[in-house]
């Protein structure tokens, strides 16, 4: 088995893919401003197994379209739809989010959360700023710093694994360069990062290495407690960033 069939297998379970809460998804939607709209057309790319999408679909008068790369997640989300009563409001595409198929200017949201990494913030806010509509909202949530200077150990990891790590005035000034209009930020906190993300992580690896004896499944074991070592050490200066923009006119 690739280290990517193992990745999905670790994090097929977990309610979240990635650091978030129902609570952080619904004060991004209070800022977004598309409370009350009716009949909204909205895509959350990266959805993983949709915790943000049924908050989305739940909250919103709004038919949400959730991508993921990996059908077992949008099965996984299908059937948390159909128990909670969403599966009107749900459609799941599986597809690349730099190959999506929607119209231009056909939606009146797009939301991702812990997702754009995959493609780059910057080429994620560029490509996926067709598909609104002007006015449309943009909301995502981005790995960033939360201080000028941080530890030399912390800036070396993150600059390997996702070299755009940056500050929150660095992503503002390139949503706006590319055409957006930031109207909410907030960072995420331990709730988000330990409570609802790291530590089911940690209680999946023993079962996990137990299905998988392997030193594939190994290192990313390894891998994965490191980063949550990290994220203990130094919670003060790194988080994920909700960033909540409106697309500009052209």
Same mark, same amino acid.
């Given at each position: +088995?690739? @280290?990517?069939?193992?990745?999905?297998?670790?994090?097929?379970?977990?309610? #979240? &893919?990635?650091?978030?809460?129902?609570?952080?998804?619904?004060?991004?939607?209070?800022?977004?401003?598309?409370?009350? &709209?009716?009949?909204?057309?909205?895509?959350?790319?990266?959805?993983?197994?949709?915790?943000?999408? #049924?908050?989305?679909?739940?909250?919103? @008068?709004?038919?949400?379209?959730?991508? @993921? =790369?990996? /059908?077992?997640?949008?099965?996984?989300?299908?059937?948390?739809?159909?128990?909670?009563? =969403?599966?009107?409001?749900?459609?799941?595409?599986?597809?690349?989010?730099?190959?999506? /198929?929607?119209? /231009?200017?056909?939606? @009146?949201?797009?939301?991702?959360?812990?997702?754009?990494?995959?493609?780059?913030?910057?080429?994620?806010?560029?490509?996926?700023?067709?598909?609104?509509?002007?006015?449309?909202?943009?909301?995502?949530?981005?790995?960033?710093? =939360?201080?000028?200077?941080?530890?030399?150990?912390?800036?070396?990891?993150?600059?390997?694994?996702?070299?755009?790590?940056?500050?929150?005035?660095?992503?503002?000034? &390139?949503?706006?360069?590319?055409?957006? +209009?930031?109207?909410?930020?907030?960072?995420?906190?331990?709730?988000?990062?330990?409570?609802?993300?790291?530590?089911?992580?940690?209680?999946?690896?023993?079962?996990?290495?137990?299905?998988?004896?392997?030193?594939?499944?190994?290192?990313?074991?390894?891998?994965?407690? #490191?980063?949550?070592?990290?994220?203990?050490?130094?919670?003060?200066?790194?988080?994920?960033?909700?960033?909540?923009?409106? #697309?500009? /006119?052209?």
């Amino acid at each position: +088995m690739d @280290d990517l069939k193992l990745l999905v297998d670790l994090h097929r379970e977990g309610a #979240r &893919q990635g650091p978030g809460s129902d609570a952080a998804t619904r004060r991004a939607l209070d800022l977004s401003g598309l409370r009350g &709209q009716a009949g909204l057309r909205v895509a959350d790319i990266g959805c993983g197994t949709g915790a943000a999408t #049924r908050v989305i679909a739940a909250e919103l @008068d709004a038919h949400v379209t959730a991508v @993921d =790369l990996f /059908p077992d997640f949008l099965q996984v989300l299908e059937d948390h739809a159909e128990k909670a009563g =969403l599966s009107d409001r749900i459609d799941t595409l599986a597809a690349s989010m730099d190959d999506l /198929p929607f119209a /231009p200017g056909s939606l @009146d949201a797009i939301w991702a959360e812990g997702a754009i990494y995959n493609i780059g913030f910057e080429a994620g806010i560029t490509a996926w700023r067709r598909f609104l509509k002007p006015g449309g909202v943009l909301a995502v949530s981005e790995l960033t710093w =939360l201080t000028a200077e941080r530890p030399e150990e912390l800036t070396e990891h993150w600059a390997q694994e996702y070299p755009q790590v940056a500050t929150a005035g660095t992503k503002i000034a &390139q949503l706006e360069a590319s055409g957006y +209009m930031l109207i909410g930020y907030f960072p995420q906190g331990h709730v988000e990062w330990m409570e609802n993300y790291y530590s089911p992580i940690i209680k999946r690896f023993s079962d996990f290495l137990a299905r998988y004896d392997s030193d594939a499944a190994r290192a990313i074991v390894a891998a994965e407690q #490191r980063e949550v070592g990290l994220y203990q050490r130094f919670a003060d200066y790194v988080s994920y960033g909700f960033y909540i923009a409106r #697309r500009l /006119p052209d």
